[in-house]
């Protein structure tokens, strides 16, 4: 997939923005490669916020009948835009938001955020969703957006996520400009 394509097609799934940072992660080179068999050691996180990170990607984008987000590797493309591309108040943000999580799930449910049941997950992160994105949303910065820019931004731009869960088709077919949307059922990522 082209790089400049799978950005415009990523931003378009995000509401049409991106980051500054995430941009120049992207233009670098910077996927999501499917973790080996043997593990992941995070360069950024410690190795306990780098599970509640693989956790919440997951959340975002689950394995069903398509891969997930941890079969795409995001938690690794995560980890990696930390490290090389991200500013150190973003950094710190984000840092303190994964940090957040952990203390609210212990708070709340008396064990780790890694530990919880899915239920338990996804209500923890509907808060923060709420927070980030619903009517009483915080202004400015919210770890929540940049969590679900990354997860987005990884997935789609991953191998798994552009020929498994986006329409892939290495040498297109005819030219149609003017079809139904429901012809063609899901968006398209190109070569």
Request: hydrophobic share 40%; with cysteine.
């Amino acid at each position: 997939m082209n790089r400049r394509d799978a950005i415009k097609r990523t931003a378009i799934l995000m509401g049409g923005t991106i980051s500054a940072s995430a941009m120049l992660g992207i233009l670098n080179g910077c996927t999501a490669d499917p973790v080996p068999a043997d593990g992941w050691t995070p360069a950024f996180f410690s190795a306990e916020e780098g599970e509640i990170v693989k956790q919440m990607a997951e959340r975002i984008f689950p394995k069903t009948d398509t891969p997930g987000a941890i079969d795409a590797g995001v938690h690794g493309f995560i980890d990696t835009m930390m490290a090389e591309f991200y500013q150190e108040p973003e950094k710190k943000m984000f840092r303190e938001g994964v940090q957040r999580v952990e203390a609210d799930a212990k708070s709340e449910y008396g064990k780790s955020f890694v530990a919880l049941k899915p239920d338990q997950m996804d209500a923890l992160l509907t808060k923060y969703d709420e927070e980030a994105f619903g009517e009483n949303r915080q202004d400015g910065p919210h770890f929540w957006r940049m969590m679900k820019e990354l997860t987005t931004l990884g997935f789609f731009t991953s191998e798994v996520g552009a020929t498994e869960v986006l329409k892939y088709d290495p040498v297109p077919g005819d030219y149609k400009g003017c079809i139904p949307f429901e012809e063609v059922g899901v968006a398209w990522a190109t070569s």
